[in-house]
């Protein structure tokens, strides 16, 4: 038991002690408290991993957490086959993002902090990956958002870093306000928060309908889709996607294991882990296809235009996040999950990569001012090459095997399924275009920067490029553990690993139509490729020529569909503006003070003319008592 | 035996005459002495009543009435002279500070 | 007083605990050293902390009785007796307002110069006088005990407040004492309904007509309502708040704003169940205004301390929606958030107090980029606004999820509406935050350079320390405190749902037209 406690426990002891005395003490040394933490939470993630590799899942109850009344949840984890897989994907990816840090954050003067943040964040995405109730969840949920925030806005002197960070919190209390309250709609339904006992009972409560807010609607759905706003605004999936661009901000190696690999993958992770709720509703499931096929073509159109390294990898990642959902919304958990896992990798791998270009040029992230890099950075040229060769789904690469699983699921999932299918397959050959189109502008042609940067050109040191590419590696073969039976009987072992949680999915088609299926994904990637070799290596001036053609659309997505301007104008002015004149300016400071200030003026001016009869003068007083003593005399004289 | 009805009219007597000169009279301590006056005239239909009815309790208030007087006068008259010291005067109508 | 427990140990320990505060400032009266009185303030604070340190101990959990009960006769032929005692409701509250006595007689220590000798005096009183309040069990008692409170207060306000000190002491000071007289004539009413009685206990037992009650209830409201306070009735909070001095604003978040909830549960609750059930709807609805409302003026206003305030009148908006959701979670919640509210305004209170002894500013737009200037308070603070914004392993959030939770439980509507109030209490903190820490050091602060700012120091970090602890003890093991409340509530829920007018709203409704 204390064996898995110490998974998120290790993390969070680094945490405590590179606060407290990191500033004063350890300073630049926060690395040898991290590192031996986490690589130790590895080494136990490895050996659960192992546990439970047998089908068997581990369960604890180490605390009572709140008590009140019927309500009791305690404080417990859960290590079964999903949390294993998640485990390894947050041990890995954060070790070597660790290491990594060492060198991209060598000689900032919050060091130290940057690593207290990071264990911060590794504890809480542990506790939310292995918590064995809704509530424990919700707490690492909470966290990790937390951790966001703080590495958002890690340079905090920057305006534009302060407002990402406190964007990404809101924008995710509003996907938890729909979370909270489906977690709480569980209690009320199943009269307890235990992953075991709420699974267990999911298919009794199915087609029940309860009064909501004066609707009668399917309650099993209604929680569904509370838990899927919650997964919304964590994965940022349309409309809560506005954080994690912005997100960019904090640095590289916080976008790559936060806002790639593993946070942002929680919703994902959330909607696999409920999936005996999820699929006793086909509406929630759909809801949860649909959002996510559209957010894999949304983000992927914003990503062609934009000039900033981070974000197109950050639209990116949104897309791949729409992927994700989308097999979870066709029933293929396990594709889902499967697509989690290897981008974690080759999505971490892009991230770094690009921390590498970006540390070489020292803090420039316009591939306006890049080009031609290849020459001075060859192992980072060669390790962004094989990533997006992973992302755009080229085989063997790992990225071929999942979203090749996805695009299969998709299309055997009914009429829907098709349309989805034809999203994915739009969504692929956008992902290839803007995916090379990246790299031809940062690594190709001529070098567009000041010369100062061009003098100060250099490949990375080690301990950035090694981890680099050990994540290479990962980018290559992590897919290797999902071969389908196409290729290979009995190769999808990560399927069948997952399957005691998250089952089989349904649905068989033809060898040819599966071929069909490989065929077009792999025909849209090398296509995408072709078409952003041709106008970005090519013939240079076609992008320009295209972008002034359609200069409405090429606006609207390089304004990235005016979202934010939108929420700006209908949500967050207007509150602004009612709580400053409306509420404030009138209610408060007009009606209610106006009554309260009033009711003393309204005495004041009274009791100022009542004071003149005060004249002072005894003689007067005097003379009043003496009359009012006679007339009260008279009237009980006269009264008889 | 003095009938009870002269004892009032004495009373009534000198509590009009208390009261006159309160009314009339402008020297602080001439009021106090009329003020002691009236006192006094509702002592002497107190006790007269006592004796009448036959019961103590007229009496009884009558020795509160002294009391209260006494005490009314200590206060009233040291008031009266740290007036004094700030205004050299006990005329009532030069004591107005109270006016509204 | 068969149904009571005695107080069992050697000692009055209650009596102790009212009564110290009240000798440490008799003491004080004869001190003249600013040093010697600010040691004496303190020994006798935490005297009082530590005699009282038993209570928690010898506690049976297990009985919704009255603990430590001492009763004495008093007033016999007015039927007033001195009787004082404690239950898992009001238990918590006498250990935060010697906690925060402490903390208060601490955070003064540089920034009172002036009277510093009152100033103690008028802490020890307010302590005795608070205490008073959650111990007392006879109306009379409780009476002098809350009208008490306000005297120092008033002064507290008044003579060591900020700029608009006069205006603010007397607002605080009128519309309470406005609320507390109907309060009082409530209080002769239930007198002589009650049979000549004013012992709480007993009162507590009765079944009044519902029109009585009803008037009643709403004398009663008009006091805890402007204590609480409830949402068209807080206006006298941000001035108060704001003019204080630190260690009067801690009191008053801390404390203070709890009495009227405290009222609700003691008295209005047990005393008047049929009225409570028939306000409940417009109560709720109250309280969700009070969440929005005051979440909404927070992000319009532009004085550090005010906007804390405010944030105040939407968090106390929980905690009575949490009461009248009238559930075991909601009460529970209620109840919790209480000493939450506590804990985090009251530090973050103190915490102001101590920037402002640096900057001598309020206006948050003369901040900016304070985490590079005072790191550590900086991180302090950031505990405090995670903990204000309800997030999970701080005591913010188990308050507020059990509110909600009960909310939800008694009216959907209701708790989807507060849930709001978390999204928008999010953004104001975080804007607050941002505005004070991050950024670049306002450029018109740093220019000025008369103030010199330095880091917290060691005996402002041993005042906030102990708030700081329980930030994340309610966070991560909240049932320490949730235990004592259990049986009481319990029987307080069964006691306003079951009573003679259960089950006959037609007849209450009707009632009701009656009277008007």
Not at chain 1, 359 to 379: C, F, S, T, V, W
Not at chain 1, 395 to 424: N, V
Request: hydrophobic residues 55%; proline residues 3%; charged residues 10%.
């Amino acid at each position: 038991m204390i064996k898995y406690t110490l998974i998120p426990l290790l993390p969070l002891i680094a945490f405590v002690i590179n606060i407290l005395f990191g500033r004063n003490y350890i300073r630049d040394k926060a690395h040898w408290v991290a590192i031996p933490a986490i690589v130790g939470s590895l080494l136990l993630a490895i050996s659960a991993f192992f546990d439970v590799a047998g089908g068997n899942v581990i369960n604890i109850n180490v605390y009572d957490w709140i008590v009140s009344g019927d309500f009791n949840v305690s404080a417990g984890l859960m290590i079964d086959q999903l949390t294993a897989i998640m485990l390894l994907v947050v041990t890995i990816c954060g070790t070597l993002i660790f290491i990594y840090s060492v060198g991209y954050m060598h000689g900032d003067e919050g060091y130290y902090r940057f690593f207290a943040y990071l264990c911060l964040f590794i504890f809480s995405m542990l506790v939310l990956v292995m918590g064995n109730n809704f509530l424990v969840m919700y707490f690492g949920w909470e966290a990790v958002g937390l951790c966001s925030y703080f590495l958002i806005g890690f340079w905090f002197n920057k305006k534009s870093a302060g407002d990402a960070g406190k964007k990404a919190f809101i924008v995710n209390r509003f996907g938890d306000f729909g979370f909270g309250l489906g977690v709480i709609l569980i209690f009320l339904t199943f009269g307890t928060l235990d992953f075991v006992g709420v699974f267990g009972q999911a298919g009794s409560f199915a087609g029940q309908t309860i009064n909501f807010l004066g609707w009668e609607v399917d309650l099993v759905t209604l929680i569904c889709l509370l838990l899927f706003c919650g997964a919304v605004g964590k994965s940022a999936q349309l409309p809560l996607h506005v954080w994690l661009p912005d997100a960019m901000e904090g640095p590289t190696p916080v976008s790559a294991l936060i806002h790639a690999a593993t946070m942002v993958t929680a919703g994902v992770f959330m909607v696999a882990r409920c999936n005996p709720l999820f699929i006793e509703s086909p509406i929630a499931m759909n809801t949860v296809a649909i959002v996510g096929g559209v957010t894999a073509i949304f983000a992927a159109t914003i990503a062609l235009v934009q000039n900033d390294i981070k974000r197109v990898i950050a639209y990116s990642t949104v897309s791949q996040l729409g992927y994700m959902f989308l097999a979870l919304g066709v029933g293929a958990f396990s594709a889902g999950v499967f697509h989690l896992y290897t981008h974690a990798f080759f999505k971490a791998l892009l991230f770094l990569a690009s921390g590498s270009v970006i540390h070489a040029l020292h803090n420039e992230q316009d591939m306006r001012n890049m080009g031609g890099l290849k020459k001075y950075m060859p192992i980072t040229y060669a390790v962004f090459i094989i990533g997006t060769l992973s992302i755009t789904g080229i085989f063997p690469f790992a990225g071929f095997f999942s979203k090749d699983e996805i695009l299969w699921r998709a299309f055997l999932a009914g009429d829907m399924g098709k349309f989805l299918w034809l999203l994915g397959t739009i969504a692929a050959l956008l992902t290839s275009f803007y995916s090379w189109r990246l790299i031809f502008m940062t690594f190709h042609g001529d070098f567009r920067g000041t010369s100062e940067q061009e003098h100060h050109l250099h490949e990375s040191p080690k301990v950035i490029t090694v981890p680099l590419m050990i994540l290479a590696v990962g980018a290559v073969a992590a897919g290797w553990v999902g071969i389908p039976p196409l290729f290979m009987e009995h190769g999808d072992k990560i399927g069948e690993f997952l399957a005691p949680v998250l089952g089989h999915p349904s649905g068989h088609g033809t060898h040819a139509q599966e071929w069909f299926v490989v065929g077009i994904s792999s025909l849209v990637a090398v296509l995408g490729g072709i078409v952003a070799y041709v106008m970005y290596v090519k013939k240079t001036d076609i992008a320009g020529k295209i972008a002034s053609a359609f200069k409405p659309v090429h606006a609207l997505l390089y304004n990235k569909y005016y979202v934010d301007e939108l929420y700006d104008t209908t949500l967050i002015q207007p509150v602004m503006k009612a709580s400053d004149k409306v509420i404030l300016g009138f209610i408060d400071k007009t009606i209610i003070e106006g009554i309260v200030n009033g009711i003393p003026n309204v005495i004041g001016v009274f009791s100022r003319k009542l004071r003149t009869i005060q004249t002072g003068v005894f003689g007067s007083y005097g003379l009043a008592m003496t009359v009012g003593a006679l007339c009260i005399i008279g009237y009980l004289f006269f009264q008889r | 035996m003095v009938p009870l009805s002269w004892y009032i009219i004495l009373s009534a007597v000198l509590f009009c005459i208390g009261v006159f000169g309160f009314l009339a009279r402008r020297n602080m301590i001439v009021m106090f002495i009329s003020i002691e006056l009236m006192l006094n005239a509702v002592n002497i239909s107190l006790v007269a009543f006592s004796h009448y009815l036959q019961q103590v309790t007229g009496q009884i208030l009558v020795f509160f009435v002294i009391t209260v007087a006494a005490a009314e006068a200590a206060i009233g008259l040291a008031i009266l002279i740290a007036y004094y010291k700030n205004n050299p005067t006990v005329k009532a109508d030069d004591a107005s500070l109270m006016k509204g | 007083m068969d149904n009571v427990i005695m107080n069992n140990l050697d000692y009055p320990i209650l009596s102790w605990t009212v009564l110290l505060p009240v000798f440490g400032s008799l003491l004080l009266l004869f001190m003249q050293n600013a040093r010697a009185v600010r040691w004496t303030a303190l020994i006798f604070t935490l005297l009082t902390f530590a005699i009282s340190l038993p209570l928690l101990t010898q506690f049976d959990k297990g009985t919704h009785l009255m603990q430590f009960v001492e009763k004495h006769e008093w007033i016999p032929s007015w039927g007033i007796n001195y009787i004082i005692g404690i239950d898992g409701i009001s238990i918590l509250f006498v250990f935060l307002t010697t906690i925060l006595s402490i903390l208060c007689v601490l955070v003064s220590w540089n920034s009172i110069n002036t009277r510093v000798r009152e100033f103690h005096i008028a802490i020890l009183a307010m302590e005795a006088a608070m205490v008073g309040v959650f111990v007392s069990l006879d109306f009379f008692l409780f009476y002098l005990f809350w009208e008490a409170m306000l005297i120092p207060m008033f002064l507290l306000i008044g003579v060591w407040g900020g700029a608009n000190k006069l205006y603010a002491s007397i607002k605080f000071f009128l519309y309470t004492l406005v609320g507390s007289v109907l309060m009082l004539v409530g209080i002769v009413v239930l007198y002589f309904a009650g049979g000549k009685t004013l012992d709480i206990l007993t009162l507590s037992t009765l079944s009044l007509p519902m029109g009585l009650q009803f008037w009643l209830f709403l004398a009663f409201f008009a006091a805890f309502a402007v204590k609480v306070p409830m949402f068209p009735v807080h206006t006298w909070l941000p001035d108060a708040h704001t003019e204080a001095p630190t260690a009067g604003s801690v009191i008053l978040a801390g404390v203070l704003i709890k009495m009227g909830a405290y009222g609700f549960l003691r008295f209005s609750m047990p005393m008047l169940p049929d009225a409570t059930r028939l306000f409940i709807p417009v109560l709720m609805v109250l309280s969700v205004v009070a969440i929005i409302y005051g979440a909404l003026v927070c992000f319009a206003q532009k004085d550090f301390k005010r906007l804390i305030a405010y944030s105040s009148v939407s968090h106390m908006g929980f905690v009575t929606l949490g009461l009248f959701a009238m559930n075991t979670q909601g009460v529970e919640g209620g109840i919790l958030q209480m000493i939450n509210h506590g804990i985090i305004t009251g530090a973050m209170f103190l915490m102001i107090g101590m920037i402002y002894e640096r900057t001598h500013t309020r206006v948050i737009s003369e901040y900016g980029g304070f985490a590079k200037i005072v790191p550590w308070y900086a991180g302090l603070f950031c505990i405090l606004t995670f903990a204000s914004v309800g997030l999970p392993g701080t005591n913010g959030f188990v308050g507020e999820f059990l509110i909600i939770f009960g909310a939800f439980k008694a009216k959907q509507i209701i708790g989807v509406l507060s849930a709001l109030g978390i999204i928008l209490g999010a953004g104001y903190m975080l804007r607050l935050y941002q505005d004070i820490f991050f950024q670049d050091a306002a450029p018109d602060f740093e220019k000025k350079g008369k103030h010199p700012v330095w880091d917290l120091d060691m005996r402002e970090v041993l005042t906030l320390a102990p708030l700081l602890l329980l930030v994340f003890w309610i966070g991560f093991y909240p049932n320490t405190f949730l235990s004592y409340m259990h049986a009481s509530v319990e029987h307080l829920i069964s006691r306003v749902n079951y009573t003679a007018y259960a089950g006959q709203e037609n007849l209450i409704a009707k009632y009701i037209m009656e009277i008007f």
